[in-house]
């Protein structure tokens, strides 16, 4: 089994900054992809940012030049750097990942989100 588990979501004023992280534990061989998703209320869930496992990024267009992506391989965790913060970033983040688990295989799993809020 993996556990992703996301931290760092909060309150803040327009503008502002927040940092997000998702740790992955379990029975991890290799992490390949590693995304950052959100929903908003009423809203169907949107793919925010990815990075690969060789370290290329994609963004939503909505978060370009504002959001950065990262990881850090050695301790199974990715980061989303979020600058800039606009009322419209409310949602829930959720982090996802393609496992290459200790079994051999490819399994992608989910956190359970971490609530981000701007206010006006």
């Known amino acids: 089994q993996v556990q992703l588990t996301e931290s760092g979501g909060g309150l803040v004023q327009a503008g502002g900054s927040l940092r997000l992280s998702c740790a992955a534990s379990?029975?991890?061989?290799?992490?390949?992809?590693m995304n950052w998703y959100r929903q908003a209320p009423g809203k169907q869930r949107e793919l925010v940012a990815t990075?690969?496992?060789?370290?290329?990024?994609k963004y939503a267009d909505s978060v370009k030049g504002r959001f950065t992506i990262s990881r850090d391989n050695a301790k199974n965790t990715m980061y989303l750097q979020m600058n800039s913060l606009k009322p419209e970033d409310t949602a829930v983040f959720y982090c996802?990942?393609?496992?290459?688990?200790?079994?051999?295989?490819?399994?992608?799993?989910w956190g359970q989100g971490t609530q981000v809020t701007v206010s006006a």
């Open positions: 996802n990942a393609d496992v290459r688990v200790l079994r051999g295989y490819n399994r992608n799993y």
């Open positions: 379990g029975s991890i061989l290799r992490i390949n992809d």
């Open positions: 990075i690969t496992a060789d370290g290329s990024l």
